[in-house]
């Protein structure tokens, strides 16, 4: 059964550093590893989506790397801003045994950037 | 605009009750998803559905039901609501075939905005 584990559970930083999200899961093999936002009260946002072929994904100050094999991925912010501050969702696709076929999250990770 | 959307957005209602969530795609998609967040934030798949076939999480109970009346909606119907149902729900969609014209899991998810449930 796959199990996703977001590390750390929350993070307050400064503003203007730079930072990094971790993500490992239990079975390697997956199709994809999508990164999420939920800002509070609110939906998921979609941040970037790597495919199991590939290494990493970047948008704008944000970059996604993969390493399939290890079961681990990390999010990089650089030069995080206030607005950055929400809970960022690490979720994999699976191969689904039979299952649901949807994603498999971890259970985030909550981040505040301090003015 | 294109999205998945969702009614209502709060919805606060009596144990006991039957409820429906109602979710609309406009992005084409063939596949659509239910997902549930739980208190602790924690969000797990309940079921996802094409047209040619729905897929049930075994932990889900039996009074949980999605109906598709089209490929843009997939509306969730609770029966005799319970206490432990309190929760947000999330609809998600993506497209069932890939750029080879197969099916496709590649495929990237989209989420609505959730419906918080609420149960007294």
């Known amino acids: 059964k796959q199990e996703v584990t977001q590390i750390p559970a929350a993070l307050s930083v400064p503003e203007g550093e730079n930072l990094v999200l971790n993500c490992s899961f239990t079975d390697s093999a997956i199709y994809n590893l999508q990164w999420f936002r939920q800002d509070p009260g609110k939906g998921l946002t979609s941040l970037l989506l790597?495919?199991?072929?590939?290494r990493e994904q970047t948008s704008g100050r944000l970059n996604a790397s993969l390493d399939k094999s290890s079961g681990r991925s990390t999010l990089y912010i650089a030069a995080s801003q206030p607005g950055d501050s929400a809970t960022y969702l690490c979720?994999?696709?699976?191969?689904?045994?039979?299952?649901?076929?949807?994603?498999?999250f971890g259970k985030g990770t909550h981040l505040i950037i301090q003015p | 605009d294109t999205a998945v959307s969702q009614t209502p957005k709060y919805l606060v209602t009596q144990m006991g009750n039957d409820k429906s969530i109602k979710c609309e795609q406009n992005l084409g998609h063939d596949t659509m998803y239910w997902y549930k967040q739980d208190s602790k934030k924690f969000l797990k798949i309940m079921f996802s559905?094409?047209?040619?076939?729905?897929?049930i999480n075994e932990t889900v109970p039996n009074r949980f039901s999605p109906k598709s009346p089209d490929k843009a909606h997939l509306n969730l119907h609770i029966n005799s609501l319970e206490l432990g149902d309190s929760a947000v729900y999330f609809c998600?969609?993506?497209?069932?075939?890939?750029?080879?014209?197969?099916?496709?899991?590649?495929?990237?998810?989209?989420f609505g905005p959730g419906t918080r449930l609420t149960v007294l």
């Open positions: 559905y094409n047209n040619k076939e729905l897929i």
């Open positions: 979720a994999v696709r699976a191969y689904s045994g039979g299952g649901a076929d949807g994603l498999t």
């Open positions: 790597i495919q199991s072929s590939q």
């Open positions: 998600a969609s993506s497209p069932l075939f890939g750029t080879s014209g197969g099916p496709s899991p590649y495929n990237e998810q989209f």
